[in-house]
């Protein structure tokens, strides 16, 4: 038993690094992959339902159900055991290949070749309180149906609930380790998955309990660490994963801490660009102003050349024995003139050079951050609904308000400036309607717009849950501020999906 045990963890480890990238990580996926499983005796009046449970596929062609399901099915050659996919054409011939009463579990191949997706089984340690999923097909579904209505084709039946506790031993007594939990499966439920909220295995419905007095029921399932030891036996590599599920609310969390640093990493990229820039512009300055005091010198030692070969042929003229033609008497003083106007257009053309350079290296030292600013869209605004614009305005009238410094309205709420400060925006989650404002004001139009989206029940407390854990809060000073506002905006615009049901558009004017 103990080497039996090791090689069990062994393949486990293996598993655990080959598989770990999961290729079904939610419920919705997790459901393609849910089949019930039918025994169908033959009988000298033809094929009739003999039974019915669940099950889940593990690998291609291969899915997992509880052993008592296709107990029936090893009585006689005149049993058979099938599977009937959620979608599709039907009834799908399958065989038991490997059965064991003693852990509950039983494997089935079946022929054909549906799209039937492998669900991925967790190894993470489950706790009490953690949210779970059950997905099957328990008979409750389905009063009334007749035994034809169960070989067709349906969608699993899903119940959720969270863990109430684990245990050693099953309720019959025998020593499987177990998971006692809240969400609700019934007969036919057998050999269904128990998920987490990622849609990856913990566990496999067995039994279902009730309580003696208080007649409180409980799903109770196999744990996953039984699932894997029967699928090593029989040679079976499912897909694994060892990472820890996350909540909802954790989820959105790592998105929004994700969202910061990517915005985080992007502006130190852009930092460092500029800083880049700013480093070559003044290579480029230095250079110009070290070109043109070099041109500038060049001209000044070009004329001093000039006057002085001038000067020396002027004094060895008398001396020469050659006939010479004699210059005009104002002719050196016109050539000097000429040589002096080049020299001094290039040192004024030097003075404006530099002064240029010095003008733009002062301002890039004194170039700083500044806070968008809405022009023009201060003090007491006026706003007159625009009803051609609007839709869902019914009963909503002008409005007026004050605005003041980068968009701060009423003197409690800002606006945090986006496409490049040409427009300002505040997303409001409102309790009582269960909504998310989108409140959009264009300064240089005039233009005030609130578009509203409902939320559902997990929305609505995920956003509640954002807005908590957001540092923007009423008021328009502090450091930090107007970006605190633009970190909340993104982190809800995520929950404005679809159409708004509400559009309200105002013609904004000052007073």
Same mark, same amino acid.
């Given at each position: ?20 990238? %999961?290729? &079904?990580?939610s419920?919705d996926?997790? $459901? ?34 509880? !052993?008592?399901? #296709? ?6 050659a005149?049993?058979?055991? !099938? ?36 669900l ?6 489950p ?38 506790s ?13 998971i006692?939990h809240? *969400? ?12 987490? $909220? ?25 744990? #996953? ?14 897909t ?6 996350l ?12 969202t ?11 930092? /460092? ?24 010198v %060049? ?26 033609? +004699? ?28 002064? *240029?350079?010095? /003008?733009?290296?002062? %301002? &890039?030292?004194q170039?700083a ?23 869902g ?9 004050? %605005? ?5 309205v009423?003197?409690?709420?800002l ?28 300064? *240089?139009?005039?233009e005030?717009?609130?578009?509203r989206?409902?939320?559902? +029940? ?6 509640? &849950? ?6 923007a ?9 107007? +970006? !605190? ?11 404005? &999906?679809? +159409? ?12």
């Amino acid at each position: 038993m103990a080497i039996k045990a090791l090689r069990f963890l062994a393949a486990a480890i293996m598993l655990a690094f080959v598989t770990s990238a %999961a290729a &079904q990580t939610s419920v919705d996926e997790a $459901e393609r992959g849910i089949v019930r499983v039918v025994v169908i005796l033959q009988t000298s009046e033809g094929r009739m339902l003999y039974g019915s449970g669940s099950g889940f596929v593990v690998a291609p062609n291969l899915v997992v159900t509880n !052993a008592h399901v #296709v107990a029936a099915a090893r009585q006689g050659a005149e049993y058979g055991v !099938a599977v009937v996919p959620p979608q599709g054409d039907g009834l799908l011939p399958a065989t038991i290949i490997r059965y064991s009463p003693l852990t509950e579990l039983a494997l089935l191949e079946f022929r054909g070749e549906p799209d039937l997706t492998p669900l991925t089984i967790s190894t993470v340690e489950p706790h009490t309180g953690d949210g779970v999923v059950a997905l099957g097909y328990p008979d409750v579904d389905y009063q009334g149906a007749s035994g034809a209505d169960l070989l067709r084709p349906a969608p699993p039946s899903r119940t959720s609930g969270q863990i109430a506790s684990l245990r050693d031993r099953a309720p019959t007594g025998d020593p499987i380790p177990t998971i006692n939990h809240q *969400a609700i499966i019934s007969s036919g439920s057998s050999g269904g998955p128990l998920l987490d $909220e990622c849609g990856r295995v913990i566990g496999i419905n067995s039994w279902h309990v009730s309580g003696a007095d208080t007649r409180e029921t409980r799903g109770v399932s196999t744990r #996953v660490a039984q699932l894997l030891q029967f699928l090593d036996e029989a040679g079976v590599t499912p897909t694994l994963s060892d990472e820890r599920c996350l909540s909802f609310a954790e989820r959105m969390q790592a998105e929004r801490s994700a969202t910061i640093d990517a915005l985080h990493t992007q502006n130190q990229e852009l930092e /460092a660009k500029l800083e880049t820039a700013d480093r070559l512009t003044r290579i480029a300055v230095v250079i110009l102003i070290g070109g043109t005091l070099a041109l500038f010198v %060049a001209v000044c030692v070009l004329g001093a050349i000039v006057l002085s070969r001038r000067r020396t042929n002027t004094h060895a003229a008398p001396h020469a024995h050659v006939q010479h033609h +004699e210059p005009e008497p104002f002719e050196a003083p016109r050539k000097r003139m000429g040589v002096m106007t080049i020299v001094g257009g290039a040192a004024v053309a030097a003075i404006l050079i530099v002064a *240029a350079g010095i /003008a733009l290296m002062r %301002a &890039q030292n004194q170039q700083a951050p500044q806070i968008a600013e809405a022009p023009n869209f201060s003090g007491a605004i006026t706003c007159t609904l625009d009803r051609e614009a609007s839709s869902g305005a019914q009963g909503v009238a002008d409005m007026s308000f004050s %605005a003041s410094g980068a968009l701060c309205v009423n003197e409690r709420t800002l606006y945090a400036p986006i496409d490049d400060a040409q427009h300002f925006r505040r997303l409001i989650v409102l309790g009582e309607a269960r909504a998310l404002d989108v409140l959009t004001i264009d300064p *240089a139009s005039g233009e005030f717009r609130r578009e509203r989206y409902p939320l559902d +029940e997990t929305a609505f407390a995920a956003a509640n &849950q954002a807005v908590s854990s957001s540092s923007a809060g009423r008021g328009c000073s502090g450091e930090g501020a107007s +970006e !605190a506002v633009t970190r909340r905006n993104e982190t809800l615009m995520r929950f404005a &999906q679809g +159409e708004p049901s509400q559009r309200l558009v105002w013609r904004c004017e000052q007073r």
